[in-house]
């Protein structure tokens, strides 16, 4: 059984520019979260989703964005992208609201 | 908003030594998480904890919960090598479900 696959792995872009990273979870989890690591720091809250709704949201501007499919797949995008906006951007994956998280190998965005 | 706090941020450690690194919350948490990420890697689940006072073992690992239900510890006994990387802890509450994580406490081993 697979893990929880993100795409692309790395990605750099131009400040101003915007992004869009892929989330599969687990077969059979229903919940796909998202969070950024900057270096040194611990994974920060972005979005939540459950059953293709938005269940929570972080301290993020308007220039994120998420949404999730059908198949429970899910991807972020990140519009306008700024300096401080390079980090590893995670996604994992719960059976339910508040059960462990399973987490895919992050994208790493470099902004230029 | 609901802060996860982590302490200390560094530790060194000599191979075959016990530590403990504490999380502080600012609110009640419904429960509490643990993780670990290697460098370069990505955070691996290690426990969850629900239960006011709940301790659980893993091996040489052992994780507390508080009565208040804000604060926890990992305590690592018999420190090897293979221990090396962050700790992270990471709290629910019962009124929303965002996974705030500290800062995380990051261990080195001294052969």
């Known amino acids: 059984d697979a893990g929880v696959t993100q795409s692309p792995t790395h990605l750099i872009k131009t400040r101003g520019q915007h992004v869009t990273l892929r989330c599969s979870p687990i077969s059979g989890h229903k919940s796909v979260s998202w969070y950024q690591q900057v270096l040194g720091q611990g994974p920060q809250f972005i979005f939540q989703?459950?059953?293709?709704?938005?269940?929570g949201r972080g301290n993020f501007p308007d220039r994120f964005s998420a949404r999730q499919f059908p198949n429970y797949s899910s991807e972020l995008n990140v519009n306008a992208l700024l300096l401080g906006d390079s980090a590893l951007y995670l996604c994992a994956s719960t059976l339910d609201l508040n059960t462990e998280a399973f987490f895919g190998q992050g994208t790493r965005l470099t902004v230029v | 908003g609901q802060q996860v706090m982590q302490i200390p941020q560094y530790q060194h450690v000599q191979e075959g030594e016990d530590f403990t690194t504490y999380c502080n919350s600012s609110?009640?948490?419904?429960?509490i998480q643990w993780y670990k990420q290697r460098p370069g890697g990505h955070p691996v689940f290690l426990i969850q904890?629900?239960?006011?006072?709940e301790v659980k073992k893993q091996k040489r690992l052992t994780f507390q919960f508080g009565e208040a239900k804000k604060n926890s510890s990992l305590h690592i006994t018999a420190t090897q090598t293979t221990d090396v990387g962050t700790y992270f802890c990471?709290?629910?509450?019962?009124?929303?479900?965002?996974?705030?994580f500290g800062a995380g406490t990051t261990v080195t081993v001294r052969a």
């Open positions: 904890l629900v239960k006011s006072g």
């Open positions: 990471a709290g629910l509450t019962s009124n929303d479900y965002k996974l705030s």
């Open positions: 609110t009640t948490l419904s429960n």
């Open positions: 989703y459950y059953e293709k709704e938005e269940r």
